[in-house]
């Protein structure tokens, strides 16, 4: 009985990781791009934090992970498609390898059973970690400096990410409700 428990467990979270990497996937092809910035506007944010926020820290980071390694050995799960490692070091490229680091900062902030206001402070710190690593490398592949770097990748998405986290804490709530959380 007792190792029927355990191997549910790991069902479920195997299940859990594979839906969010899917999600993930889903959300970068809604993909908007601005004339003026080689960073799409795209839902992937969004269900990198609710990975973390709403499987945990761990299981959360394993879903943007095998979404990051999906697309590095080449499946076409990146925006509009793309994949492979060329896409990993370009310029949108530290914003995907950040996304497990956010996906386990906004889980290991938010807590198993935060509040409104813990788990608003855990997506905004996975928002932030994904705009760290983002400006990094775009930094270094346009040569730009951080003042023109944060006007092409961070400014003109503050908005938009405002709305998911919104969005986000929302879902969490619900979800934090369900079987999710205990996996």
Do not use: H
Not at 9 to 22: I, N
Not at 41 to 48: C, D, K, P, R, W
Not at 106 to 117: E, N, P
Not at 126 to 150: D, F, I, K, N, R
Request: some cysteine; charged content about 10%; overall charge positive.
């Amino acid at each position: 009985m007792a190792q029927d428990v355990v191997v549910d467990r790991r069902a479920r979270a195997a299940v859990g990781v594979l839906a969010f990497a899917l999600a993930i996937t889903l959300g970068a092809q809604v993909a908007v791009y601005l004339p003026f910035t080689p960073v799409p506007i795209t839902l992937q944010t969004l269900f990198v934090l609710l990975a973390g926020v709403v499987l945990g820290p761990r299981l959360g980071a394993a879903a943007a992970g095998v979404y990051v390694l999906a697309g590095a050995v080449g499946a076409p799960v990146f925006a509009n498609g793309a994949g492979g490692l060329p896409w990993l070091w370009g310029p949108t490229g530290g914003y995907l390898l950040a996304a497990p680091l956010a996906a386990l900062v906004a889980g290991s902030v938010a807590g198993r059973q935060g509040g409104v206001l813990r788990t608003l402070s855990g997506l905004s710190l996975g928002v932030l970690t994904m705009y760290s690593g983002g400006v990094a490398q775009l930094m270094a592949v346009t040569g730009e400096p951080l003042a023109t770097v944060l006007a092409l990748g961070v400014y003109p998405f503050l908005a938009g990410d405002a709305c998911k986290v919104a969005v986000a804490a929302w879902v969490a709530r619900g979800a934090r409700a369900t079987s999710f959380r205990r996996l």
